[in-house]
């Protein structure tokens, strides 16, 4: 898909999704057709330039924006001390 037949809101998700750090660029991909490249390109074009510079500065070589980098498979990371949710109550430690 080209980001010119693109709607705001669509443009405002792939940013969105650009500066998530556990959103892979395979996902964007997958939802929206953009590759790596097109959403950088995108991103340089809709953002402020210091802006722009904060967020490639951000993800460039960052393992959690490639799939392929990644050291966990599926799902999200889960902290040890998160507190674990059972019968609709918190549970203590």
């Known amino acids: 898909m080209s980001t010119e037949n693109l709607s705001d809101r669509e443009l405002d998700r792939i940013i969105e ?5 556990r959103t892979t660029f395979d996902a964007i991909e997958f939802q929206f057709g953009l590759k790596e490249q097109e959403v950088i390109e995108l991103m340089r074009r809709e953002m402020k330039p210091s802006s722009f510079r904060m967020w490639r500065a951000r ?5 959690t924006k490639h799939a392929a980098k990644r050291t966990f498979e599926k799902g999200t990371f889960k902290s040890s001390r998160q507190k674990q949710i059972t019968h609709n109550k918190i549970s203590k430690r």
Do not use: F, N, S
């Not at 999704?17 to 750090?21: I, K, P, T």
């Not at 993800?59 to 393992?63: I, P, Y």
């Open 59 to 63: 993800v460039q070589g960052r393992a």
């Open 17 to 21: 999704m650009a500066w998530e750090d």
